[in-house]
């Protein structure tokens, strides 16, 4: 926990310090900033937005995404309600996944309205000055290091110092016998941050460290010896692009190495963290941005509703349900009355007060009294899940014996997945929200 403290009392800065710096020139921009006109409507909700099969397909604008948007953003180019971008893309920087969502959408959109899946990975400084292997693809050494990593290596790095051991590739194995060319320095942890390009490769020298305790000078020990931390950013089992059916994703890759190093040892892999949606760190961040932008705009309401958009019921669904579980939680913490119904209702025993109200204070005391009181889940059928290009006619049946994509650590609770609405698109999504809340932007 006080890591987490530290990381968002660091984003907090940040934030404070980007908004000085930029004041007069983002509002102008964006809409982020600047006073908010008393005649016009001022949202009490945010919006989260899952992007890939949401927004567009691999790089194609979804069409009902242009008509969302031209609800959203006002005639000065000023979004009219808070909106995140929640994705589980992992191989880029978030500046660089904004300055993409802005040429695509046509809308001015800054790396604050951006959550990557490896976003948390600042809150882990315990690991920022050890020696890290990461694997992905993009500019992985830079994003670990954007991320505040100091002593980062790759994959490519390994195999470059260790050549006999990609071995898969016959056409890549050495052409003469050859030893280490440069001995790299232990390796004290492994962060996964999305799918790698060679799966094979990646397999072989993620399994290799983590089998020689982060020493490849040294033979196999599967046997005996404390796993190295492993932190996991993107649980993703497929994800939509242009094809007609899912793509793999980074959970598909992970759903790999689980298995190859039970293979091996008998034993379950473990993760020192697992990060990006579902996980309930990102929801509790992309409230956090909700809450700034709604102050920068100096809007006085509070911001009460989230409304999560997603095409996948493993990860956006379960996320934003997830989430929606924990502030439902913690409101019966605080109203003792509330507990026995609200554990009822959720077969939870975190509903009960305790220990966590300790957590709680902490939490509010880095960035202030969250004002959500839920968070709902809209599923679009234009990404992962698409019936046929059709809602269906029985979606409680047809979700419910859904087999179950998350990942092997999340349980599987048929409520998580169950949507609190199904529509045809982000469109039909944003007409909705704006219904729910008699909002008429103006």
């Known amino acids: 926990m006080r890591g987490l403290l530290s990381f968002f009392r660091g984003l907090h800065t940040v934030s404070n310090r980007q908004a000085k710096r930029k004041a007069g020139i983002v509002g102008s921009r964006c809409g982020l900033c600047g006073t908010q006109s008393v005649n016009k409507p001022q949202p009490r909700f945010g919006l989260l937005f899952d992007i890939d099969g949401v927004l567009v397909r691999g790089r194609m604008l979804i069409p009902a995404a242009k008509v969302a948007f031209e609800k959203l953003v006002d005639s000065q180019g000023q979004f009219v309600v808070p909106v995140v971008f929640v994705t589980n893309a992992g191989n880029c920087l978030r500046q660089t996944k904004a300055d993409q969502l802005s040429h695509i959408l046509g809308v001015p959109i800054t790396q604050d309205q951006v959550i990557m899946s490896h976003s948390p990975l600042r809150m882990f400084k315990k690991f920022h000055e050890k020696c890290v292997m990461v694997s992905g693809q993009g500019p992985v050494l830079e994003i670990a290091k954007n991320v505040g990593f100091k002593n980062v290596i790759s994959i490519d790095m390994v195999r470059e110092s260790y050549p006999l051991l990609d071995m898969v590739d016959h056409n890549r194995r050495p052409k003469l016998p050859s030893s280490p060319v440069v001995n790299l320095p232990k390796v004290d942890a492994v962060v996964l941050f999305g799918e790698p390009i060679r799966w094979e490769t990646n397999l072989q020298l993620i399994i290799d460290v983590l089998l020689t305790n982060g020493n490849l000078n040294s033979p196999h020990q ?172 029985d979606a409680n049946r047809c979700i419910k014996e859904t087999v179950f994509h998350g990942h092997r650590d999340f349980r599987f609770d048929p409520a998580l997945v169950e949507p609190g609405h199904i529509v045809q698109d982000i469109a039909e999504a944003v007409d909705l929200i704006f219904q729910q809340e008699k909002f008429v932007p103006q």
């Not at 705009?297 to 924990?326: C, E, H, V």
């Open 222 to 393: 599967p046997h005996g010896i404390p796993q190295l931390p492993l932190l996991a950013c993107n649980m993703d089992l497929m994800w939509m692009a242009e094809a007609n059916s899912p793509r793999f994703g980074h959970g598909t890759f992970l759903v790999c190495l689980e298995n190859i190093y039970k293979k091996i040892t008998g034993i379950d892999l473990k993760y020192e963290a697992l990060m990006g949606k579902p996980s309930e760190l990102t929801y509790h961040f992309a409230e956090y941005l909700i809450r700034s932008q709604a102050m920068q705009r100096q809007w006085k309401l509070p911001i009460t509703s989230l409304y999560a958009i997603g095409d996948n019921l493993m990860t956006d669904i379960y996320g934003a349900n997830l989430y929606n579980r924990f502030l439902e939680e913690r409101a019966a913490r605080k109203n003792p009355k509330a507990v026995a119904k609200v554990a009822a209702a959720t077969g939870s025993s975190t509903a009960m007060p305790g220990g966590e109200e300790e957590i709680d204070s902490m939490w509010e005391s880095e960035l202030a009294l969250p004002s959500a009181t839920s968070c709902k889940s809209i599923l679009v059928c234009t990404g992962v899940y698409n019936p046929n290009a059709e809602v269906p006619s």
